[in-house]
């Protein structure tokens, strides 16, 4: 139950408040995202200024960018998550151009937590259903 809580503080401080002072008080010295299709820093270890280059890449994208946990089951040192992201698109999405669009969509995450901090990550969700909303398929 403890890193239940701690994942949903995380994403509602760092993701949905946008606080990106509370990334190192959740987020370990080595993120590593495991697996997520799409993400350009798939497969990557991230360090808390790199998180944060991260973060910025989404919230610049989609400033108001808000997930909404769904389900949420703790399994020793691993979190998993159903949630709903929405949001509004208006900044570029890589070279894409910004849309003004409102997006919604479905995903699962699975947080790997040892001692208190967040260390990585697999994804799914559905971004053609994103990229559909927002007209570019």
């Given at each position: 139950?403890?890193?239940?809580?701690?994942?949903?503080?995380?994403?509602?401080?760092?993701?949905?408040?946008?606080?990106?002072?509370?990334?190192?008080?959740?987020?370990a010295n080595e993120y590593v995202i495991h697996i997520?299709?799409?993400?350009?820093?798939?497969?990557?270890?991230?360090?808390?200024?790199?998180?944060k280059v991260r973060l910025h890449y989404s919230f610049d994208s989609f400033p108001d960018i808000h997930f909404n946990i769904k389900y949420a089951i703790a399994d020793g040192d691993y979190v998993a998550i159903t949630w709903i992201m929405t949001g509004t698109n208006t900044g570029k999405i890589g070279d894409l151009p910004p849309t003004n669009k409102s997006i919604e969509t479905n995903g699962v995450t699975i947080y790997?937590?040892?001692?208190?901090?967040?260390?990585?990550?697999?994804?799914?969700?559905?971004?053609?259903?994103?990229?559909?909303?927002?007209?570019?398929i």
């Open positions: 139950m403890k890193n239940e809580i701690i994942l949903k503080d995380f994403i509602q401080e760092v993701w949905n408040e946008k606080n990106f002072d509370a990334v190192s008080k959740y987020v997520d299709v799409g993400d350009p820093w798939e497969e990557k270890t991230l360090n808390h200024e790199e998180y790997h937590i040892i001692n208190g901090k967040i260390c990585g990550h697999s994804q799914v969700f559905d971004r053609v259903t994103v990229m559909k909303q927002l007209g570019f």
